[in-house]
């Protein structure tokens, strides 16, 4: 059985981050439908990802949402939650941010803004950037060095 392009930046992302101090829960629930894919706690700062692939070659369109991750995303940064879509694009070999307060607004618009992008870590460094910025509540749109 192949692997999800999920399951594999799931990976990438675990044994990145294998030796920094992050706690992450891979949820698989459909029990709760909607729910981010990881939770993690860094620094003492809880946050949630939804991991993505865009498989297209351009970056200038969205991945498929489903109604209840963007219903979920919505009510959790309502209240203060911190929520980061996490994509994947091969073809560029990026990883692309998207704060999940803007997630249903952007997809409503067809606005494929991305609120970050920096190339897939390959080090300790790098993956401890991706953590800084997954726990930051704000970033500016732009590249990400």
Known sequence: MQKKPESKLWKAI???TRQ??????RVE???TPGVPDLNGC??????????KVLTTKSD???PEYRP???AWQTKRT????????????????????MDGRYLSQRLMDDDPVWDGRMEMPMDHDGWAEVLRLLTSSSMSSGEIT
């Not at 860094?42 to 991991?51: A, K, N, Q, S």
Request: hydrophobic share 45%; no cysteine.
């Open 14 to 16: 675990r044994e990145g």
């Open 20 to 25: 920094l101090p992050v706690h992450w829960t």
């Open 29 to 31: 629930s459909w029990a």
């Open 42 to 51: 860094y620094e003492g700062i809880d946050f949630w990802v939804e991991l």
């Open 60 to 62: 200038k369109k969205f």
């Open 68 to 70: 209840h991750q963007i």
């Open 78 to 97: 309502q209240v203060g939650g911190l929520v980061w879509n996490l994509v994947h694009h091969p073809s560029s070999s990026s990883l692309l941010f």
